[in-house]
């Protein structure tokens, strides 16, 4: 709350006028979610939500995000064809996380081979998210 709101001019003290009288101003930020999505022209996969305050390591974004979400919803997706997965910069994602990525047989885009910022190459950043924010 804005506690600059929280001021009474009169002649009674704040203590004495009704809190229900009292101007209230909404919380001016919202409250973070982290979510994962994967989009390619095979269709989209679930909206993988983050445990709230959950550190997204190597292995929490391998285990739970890809192996728990993503992954089974891709191979779903795409049945037969292949495909390359490609992930942003994020800490997590550019980890030495490619022994998992052999593991479980899914071949990765390296960041070096990453297509330039273009909202046709990268649907999340540009069409996806604002979308979504839009919506929320």
């Known amino acids: 709350m804005n506690s600059q709101n929280d001021l009474v001019y009169g002649v009674t003290r ?3 006028v009704a809190t229900a009288r009292l ?3 909404r919380e001016h930020f919202s409250h973070n979610v ?13 909206v993988i939500f983050i445990e709230l305050r959950a550190k997204v390591s190597s ?3 391998c285990e739970r995000v ?14 037969q064809y ?13 980890a030495k996380n490619t022994n998992y990525l052999k ?5 990765l885009i390296e960041p070096q081979m990453w297509p330039p910022n ?8 540009y069409a996806v998210w604002g979308a979504l924010q839009q919506q929320v």
């Open 34 to 46: 982290m979510v994962s999505v994967g989009v390619s022209r095979m269709g989209k996969t679930g």
């Open 14 to 16: 704040k203590a004495d």
């Open 66 to 79: 890809l192996g728990e979400g993503l992954l089974p919803d891709i191979r779903a997706k795409c049945r």
């Open 23 to 25: 101007i209230r101003e």
């Open 59 to 61: 292995s929490y974004y």
């Open 118 to 125: 273009h909202p046709d190459l990268n649907p999340i950043d």
């Open 82 to 94: 292949r495909w390359p997965l490609q992930q942003d910069g994020a800490p997590s994602h550019t």
């Open 103 to 107: 593991r479980v047989n899914v071949s």
